[in-house]
């Protein structure tokens, strides 16, 4: 079975923290990682992974993909009260009737402090 | 580009009542997903459109849920009767194309609003 494990599970800090976001999975047939940001209701997109080692970065976030050990990380430097939000990490699966099929791990809960 | 609409936003139904989501996509998006998301945990794919042909409907329970795509636009969920346990939020995602061969913008999903679904 496609699993996708997040840790941890929540997380408070306090404004100017740099925090890191861990993301491991275990899938048949991957083809991409994505990282959400999910406020109230609807995930907002953040990146997409595809390839190991290569750094996606915007502003103060930034992701990397480990496709030998299997997971990926996202940094947030210089922590904002506006960075407080579930962080979603999905893989998503290439091939057969599961092509596109985004599985989602549970969500880290961040909150920043002021 | 306008997003992904959805409606209504929330939902309060008595359980063994009937409940329906709308869902229009981003335009031009050919892949369509509905995603039940129950409170602490992530979304969970119910079914995934490919214009107006089901592409995976492996974890809709299809006693109780029914979705379609008519015209390979909109969509429509249903559920009929409901239970406490349907109780979460309903996610449309849709997305530009599922034949790229490898990861590209196209590949991203983009979410929409939600509806918030309270069975009692």
């Known amino acids: 079975e496609d699993k996708v494990v997040q840790s941890p599970l929540s997380l408070v800090v306090h404004e100017g923290d740099t925090v890191t976001l861990n993301c491991s999975y275990e899938?048949?047939?991957?083809?991409?990682l994505l990282w959400y940001k999910q406020e109230k209701k609807a995930p907002t997109f953040l990146f997409m992974l595809?390839?190991?080692?290569i750094e996606k970065k915007s502003g103060r976030l930034s992701s990397i993909l480990d496709k030998k050990e299997l997971f990926s990380i996202l940094n947030i430097t210089a922590t904002q009260t506006g960075d407080s939000a579930v962080y979603l990490c999905?893989?998503?699966?290439?091939?057969?009737?599961?092509?596109?099929?985004?599985?989602f791990g549970q969500g880290t809960i961040l909150t920043v402090h002021p | 580009e306008a997003g992904v609409a959805q409606s209504p936003r929330y939902k309060i139904i008595e359980k063994r009542q009937s409940v329906a989501f709308w869902c229009n996509p981003i335009?031009?998006?050919?892949?369509l997903y509905w995603y039940q998301q129950i409170l602490g945990q992530g979304p969970k794919l119910l079914i995934q459109?490919?214009?107006?042909?089901?592409?995976?409907d492996s974890q809709l329970p299809k006693d109780r849920f029914s979705a379609e795509r008519l015209k390979g636009v909109d969509s429509t969920l249903k559920i009929q009767p409901a239970k406490l346990e349907d109780s979460a939020v309903y996610l449309c995602?849709?997305?530009?194309?599922?034949?790229?061969?490898?990861?590209?913008?196209?590949?991203?999903?983009?979410f929409g609003p939600g509806t918030r679904l309270t069975v009692l």
């Open positions: 995602a849709s997305s530009s194309s599922a034949l790229v061969k490898s990861g590209g913008p196209s590949d991203t999903q983009y």
């Open positions: 595809t390839s190991s080692g």
């Open positions: 999905a893989v998503r699966l290439a091939g057969g009737t599961s092509y596109g099929k985004l599985t």
């Open positions: 335009s031009g998006h050919a892949t």
């Open positions: 899938v048949t047939n991957f083809r991409s």
């Open positions: 459109f490919q214009n107006n042909g089901v592409v995976d």
